[in-house]
């Protein structure tokens, strides 16, 4: 009898933990049948029939293709904690190709119910959003989901938003590039109100407000944090970068550069008590001047802030943005998107192992300064190289003490800076790497 109890116990176990099991639900533009049934060889067509059929914990995988029309506009997760993508979030054609488009109908997606950071988005391009009101990219009331690697672009909103809105909310946005967006107001790119939010790796560029803010407009908010974020070629009345109306911001690893503002510099704060913006390891064009601060609320880290030309890879803030490239420019090896190689350039941009030291490097390819980048590739795969690979202490040349460093690593098997081949084992391959560099020295 306790056999069976036991037998029937462990069928009961399994039967639950199947049917909480995550699912994958498929999306297809041109699936065989519409609606579809979410199935991988029947799909649905529209994105919006997909959540309705999602439960907690399942992930919607959109096909690449063109999204547009009713059941493709307006995304509603209806709080849900479901992960909504591209099959591919890491492949910048695939996220190119995977296009969310209300065709000026209404937004992209509408976060209403309090969606928390378990809702995902991630890997998607939102294009041609409109409102008359605010957010016509996203928009977030009272909800903080995660957004990842999106194209967020060519939104406008009649009010503030074009390219994001939030209020009440604390989302994290994470590698997106949020570019191309207008508002008739504020916050061209980003408008956030009373809440806090992090920006990690974000490219915000070629944005337009009428008003304040043409990357970003902060009003009433605690802990705004920009970390290893590129603000260029935006414009706005005020603040072509950003503006801070009783906010306070936290600006680090980040780069400012060729916004434009009709009147005052590209980074600016209210006059309203409590407004407050805190730079440090980073690279604002024109320096301490580039920010207007009657609040006195401005913290500047003098000694880690520089006004330095970015050396981007292809940037000109009079010519067209389709072509504008944001990798640094280094002589050790720049990472080049659209042949996705390596290649080397003749400069080296000063903002290259310049960011705060406690940022860990260790993501960054090998090799570099044993410290991250600033701007939006900084403390990623595609962070722009520095040095020469034998060069394991970083002293500026080759010699023994790196060999030593490489002897205590012989036959190791793993992932290490040692491992010149990158094969995850120190073998005579890479001795042989080792000996063509040694004696290199820095110029």
Same mark, same amino acid.
């Given at each position: 009898?306790?056999? &069976? ?79 909504? +993508? ?13 296009? $969310? ?16 950071? &378990? ?7 939102? $294009? ?88 970003? #407009? ?29 906010? #306070? ?33 980073? #690279? ?37 943005? &389709? ?44 090799? &570099? ?37 490489? +002897? ?36």
């Amino acid at each position: 009898m306790k056999k &069976n109890l036991a037998a029937i116990v462990l069928c009961v176990l399994f039967v639950t933990s199947a049917s909480v099991a995550s699912n994958i639900i498929y999306v297809d533009a041109g699936g065989p049948n519409d609606p579809g049934t979410g199935t991988s060889e029947d799909p649905f067509r529209s994105i919006q029939d997909a959540i309705e059929a999602a439960d907690n914990g399942d992930t919607i995988e959109i096909r690449p293709g063109l999204y547009t029309g009713p059941g493709n506009r307006d995304l509603d997760p209806n709080g849900k904690s479901i992960i909504i +993508s591209s099959v591919d979030a890491n492949d910048p054609d695939v996220v190119a190709a995977t296009q $969310i488009d209300p065709n000026g109908a209404g937004r992209g997606f509408y976060f209403h119910s309090g969606e928390d950071a &378990n809702c995902v988005v991630r890997g998607l391009t939102v $294009i041609n959003g409109y409102t008359g009101g605010k957010g016509a990219g996203i928009y977030c009331y009272c909800s903080s989901p995660t957004v990842t690697n999106c194209i967020i672009s060519g939104n406008s909103a009649g009010t503030h938003g074009g390219g994001l809105f939030c209020q009440n909310s604390s989302p994290l946005i994470i590698g997106c590039i949020i570019s191309g967006n207008t508002s008739a107001n504020d916050g061209g790119g980003i408008e956030h109100w009373r809440g806090k939010s992090v920006l990690t790796n974000c490219i915000i560029s070629n944005n337009q407000a009428n008003g304040v803010g043409g990357g970003a #407009d902060y009003f009433d908010n605690n802990d705004i944090m920009l970390v290893n974020c590129t603000f260029a070629g935006n414009s706005a009345g005020s603040g072509g970068a950003l503006y801070s109306w009783a906010s #306070d911001v936290v600006v680090k690893n980040s780069v400012f550069w060729a916004n434009d503002a009709e009147s005052g510099p590209q980074i600016a704060l209210s006059a309203a008590l409590n407004s407050s913006i805190s730079i440090s390891y980073s #690279d604002v064009q024109g320096g301490e001047t580039a920010v207007h601060d009657p609040a006195g609320g401005l913290m500047w880290d003098s000694n880690n802030v520089m006004d330095a030309d970015p050396c981007f890879a292809s940037f000109d803030p009079n010519g067209d943005p &389709n072509v504008w490239d944001f990798h640094l420019q280094s002589a050790s090896g720049r990472w080049e998107p659209n042949s996705r190689n390596w290649i080397a350039d003749s400069n080296t941009s000063r903002c290259i192992d310049t960011a705060d030291p406690n940022t860990h490097w260790s993501v960054e390819p090998w090799p &570099n300064g044993k410290r991250c980048n600033i701007g939006a590739y900084g403390a990623t795969e595609q962070a722009s190289k520095n040095g020469n690979p034998a060069d394991f202490d970083v002293s500026g040349a080759v010699d023994f003490e790196d060999f030593a460093g490489f +002897s205590g690593k012989w036959h190791f098997e793993g992932p290490c800076i040692e491992d010149l081949t990158g094969n995850e084992t120190v073998d005579l391959a890479d001795l042989r790497i080792f000996a063509e560099n040694w004696l290199w020295q820095r110029e």
